[in-house]
């Protein structure tokens, strides 16, 4: 897959503070690459060094074959970034807004247009202060779409949405990524990351610690799976513990037991064949994959670090 973006040893220093330190990935054309980490992990920082808003203390940042730190005005012509915070004119419609935007660019897409592919065709005369907080988010990726570039930056795009906004949010850039624009966004939620990213990068303390599609992260947990079992007869947990690939076992109070599997596709007929041989029948079972969330706790810790 040709790469729009290529970082390769991006470092960014605050005096003594090292923000990013040795940062280096590639984003191919078409793809949604997501940057999950902790507060302060240097997600922010990335972004703007490669978009060409902070200048690194070392290493190199191609987006569409341009040196964004040599070249940051060629760079911004050809990407879209959307803000963690944006600020809009009070008194200036949204097509007022947008129309002034794209006077900015060369290239630059039909106004009325971006309005309504972000349903907001109807508020096309309203003021920003007068949009709830999903419409105002929907007319932030509006505005970074005006001069139809190859490659969107989202920083955070979803964060103080309420969940049915988020969703339509989610849609939203799908479709974007579907037009064949290569998109890159921080978040702070997994599932959000788990469900756009074709791949995700996770950060902490300024470095990359893990980078993989969700479902290959997944599958490299050390324990993967959990299986949910309530028998039909009180047992003890020890029953389960010598199970084909459990590594732990813990009870719940509604007389579910957990075992921790790392495969489940073995566990299951063990599980299953252990059943019939001690006739104990099985009231529930279930197989709960573990999601991108356990990974990130994994390699970043438990311990919220502000």
């Known amino acids: 897959m040709p790469a729009d973006i290529d970082v390769q040893g991006l470092v960014k220093n605050f005096g003594p503070i090292a923000a990013v330190n040795g940062v280096s990935f590639s984003v191919g054309t078409g793809e949604v690459f997501g940057i999950l980490g902790p507060n302060g992990a240097g997600k922010t920082t990335t ?35 959307q803000l ?43 003021t920003v202060g007068k949009l709830s907080g999903g419409q105002k988010q929907r007319f932030t990726i509006a505005a970074t779409l005006v001069n139809d570039p190859q490659v969107v930056f989202l920083d955070e795009p979803t964060t103080g949405l309420d969940p049915q906004a988020r969703r339509h949010l989610w849609e939203f850039i799908q479709g974007i990524s579907q037009d064949g624009r ?20 996770i950060m902490d303390r300024g470095v990359i610690v893990a980078m993989d599609t969700p479902t290959n992260l997944i599958r490299a947990l050390p324990v993967p799976y959990e299986v949910k079992v309530i028998p039909g007869a009180a047992v003890s947990p020890s029953a389960f513990e010598t199970l084909d690939c ?14 921790r599997s790392s495969d489940a596709t073995r566990t299951l007929p063990a599980l299953l064949a252990w059943s019939s ?24 810790g438990h311990v919220l670090r502000e």
Request: charged share 25%; aromatic share 10%; net charge negative.
């Open 47 to 81: 972004l703007e060094c490669i978009e060409g808003l902070q200048r690194p203390s070392s290493g190199r940042m191609l987006v569409l074959g341009i040196d964004s730190h040599k070249e940051p005005e060629r760079v911004k012509e050809r990407i879209g970034v």
């Open 182 to 201: 290569t998109v890159v966004l921080t978040t702070h939620y997994m599932e959000e990351a788990q469900f756009l990213c074709h791949r995700v990068a």
């Open 84 to 126: 963690q915070a944006s600020a809009y004119f009070d008194y200036l419609t949204l097509r007022e807004i947008l129309e002034l935007f794209g006077r900015f660019y060369s290239r630059r897409l039909p106004v009325d247009g971006l309005l309504a592919r972000v349903g907001l065709e109807d508020k096309a005369n309203t």
């Open 277 to 300: 041989q001690a006739g104990v029948s099985l009231s529930y079972l279930e197989v709960i994959p573990a999601y991108l969330e356990d990974v990130f706790l994994s390699l970043t």
């Open 246 to 259: 459990v590594k732990g076992v813990r009870a719940d109070r509604d007389s579910a037991y957990y075992l």
